[in-house]
């Protein structure tokens, strides 16, 4: 603590760090992991091979992962960023996948019925619907990106992970401190926020979601 | 052999040292393995304990969940100025990680039961210890080894991690790969790790399917 306390510009530049490769990470998995997740809902026999592989490749240690890219893609920012990227990706993909299947087929006669286009059937009616379970996904990705993030700091991508190890290098268990305490505390203002920001895009959900 | 830098040369790497290779691997099973014991070992009573005492069920659901947003990198240096280096240290920084899916799973296995088949043991006469081992932990089975099978591939990766704290295993290679940028050495920690992760998912998951108690198989 007295590290926070002592240094708070130093630690507040590798909160930044932190938080722009997680957030960077995050935007990259959903932007291929939302249209990924809406394709096997659609083209059934697509949903095994790549649940399964995304689910393999979450398997592989985070320090292996990044280990085994620095010497394809160096050491920085882009190793840690397609590192955090790929591991994201199981759960924004799975969750999406499951969203969709989870609008009633009742709802999705009723759409076709009115008339409506794939696409408006997927823009008005399915997405609006699976958006709880996207943000489901995005949460536990994120949360799992900040901590996996600290590792980062390996391969000279900067955050959180900086602190830890620099600490453990000087066998300083203050900055050791200081760091853990960070990541732990972003982690769960991370899944703190989204679970309010899930509730603020579907209102009718809060209910339920109060009752426990 | 010094002079090549190209990363797929980690397999003559591993080749020319196998003894160190098998020492390193000891080491990172010899982690996980007894990790993984000692917290079967706590979470599987305390999720029954959880179980039979309803006062306790949220807060202690509320302390797991918490504990899995906590990055593990955070629990193994916290870990530190406890214990210091060593094995020790790594060990229980992966006691105390690998403690949570399990509990998680096997609590929530055991409250999962059908509440009609524990009404009918009931029914039957069953005390409550007769309910717990003979229809309870049963159902829970599957659940329970999910949460191993979570805990195992974990700590494979968490012992990699533990060479920054001198808990030794594959990641001393990924560490000395690091400090020498020497791709080889890197790979020939990394790879045997991803390996390691990959097969025991693999392997486990096998192993979950044969727990499902007879009557729950769909033929």
Redo the contacts between chains.
């Keep these: 603590m007295q590290y926070i306390i002592d240094n708070p510009d130093i630690v507040w530049t590798r909160t930044l760090e932190h938080l722009q490769l997680v957030a960077g990470a995050i935007l990259l998995a959903a932007l291929v992991g939302v249209p990924l997740g809406i394709l096997i809902s659609r083209v059934r026999w697509l949903e095994l091979p790549v649940l399964n592989l995304s689910g393999v490749l979450y398997t592989v240690p985070s320090l292996a992962f990044f280990a085994i890219l620095i010497p394809y893609t160096g050491l920085g920012r882009t190793t840690a960023t397609t590192a955090l990227a790929v591991y994201s990706l199981l759960a924004i993909v799975r969750n999406t996948a499951v969203g969709m299947d989870e609008v009633p087929a009742a709802t999705v006669d009723a759409a076709r019925g009115m008339g409506m286009t794939g696409f408006q059937l997927l823009w008005q009616v399915q997405l609006p619907l699976a958006l709880p379970y996207i943000f489901a996904g995005l949460r536990i990705a994120t949360v799992a990106a900040i901590g996996i993030a600290t590792i980062a700091a390996v391969v000279g991508a900067g955050g959180l992970g900086r602190l830890i190890f620099d600490g453990i290098r000087r066998l300083d268990s203050n900055v050791v401190i200081a760091g853990a305490i960070m990541s732990i505390l972003l982690a769960l203002l991370a899944d703190l926020l989204f679970s309010r920001l899930a509730l603020l895009l579907r209102p009718d959900l809060r209910a339920s979601a109060e009752r426990g | 052999m010094f002079g090549s830098n190209d990363?797929l040369d980690f397999i003559d790497y591993i080749r020319d040292n196998p003894e160190q290779f098998w020492e390193l691997f000891d080491e990172h099973v010899t982690l996980v393995g007894y990790a993984v014991l000692i917290a079967i070992l706590i979470a599987v009573p305390l999720a029954i304990i959880t179980s039979r005492i309803s006062p306790l069920e949220k807060p202690m659901t509320w302390i797991a969940n918490?504990g899995q947003?906590?990055?593990?990198?955070?629990?193994l240096?916290?870990a530190?100025?406890i214990m210091g280096i060593g094995f020790r240290p790594s060990l229980l920084a992966l006691t105390v990680l690998a403690v949570l899916p399990i509990f998680l799973n096997t609590f929530v296995g055991i409250m999962s039961a059908d509440p009609a088949v524990v009404d009918a043991a009931r029914g039957m006469g069953a005390s409550d210890f007769q309910l717990l081992r003979m229809v309870q932990l049963p159902l829970a089975m599957p659940f329970m080894f999910a949460g191993i099978q979570t805990a195992v591939?974990q700590s494979?990766?968490?012992a990699?991690?533990a060479a920054?704290?001198g808990g030794g295993g594959?990641?001393d290679w990924?560490l000395q790969?690091?400090a020498l940028n020497n791709?080889p050495i890197?790979?020939s920690?990394?790879?045997p790790?991803?390996v390691m992760?990959?097969t025991?998912?693999?392997l486990l998951g096998f192993v979950r399917r044969l727990v499902v108690p007879k009557g729950l198989r769909v033929a």
Excluded: D, Q, R
Aim: glycine share 10%; charged share 5%; hydrophobic share 70%.
């Design positions: 990363p918490i947003a906590i990055p593990s990198l955070a629990v240096a916290l530190l100025p591939v494979i990766g968490l990699t991690l920054y704290i594959f990641g990924i790969g690091l791709f890197l790979l920690g990394a790879v790790v991803a992760a990959m025991a998912e693999i």
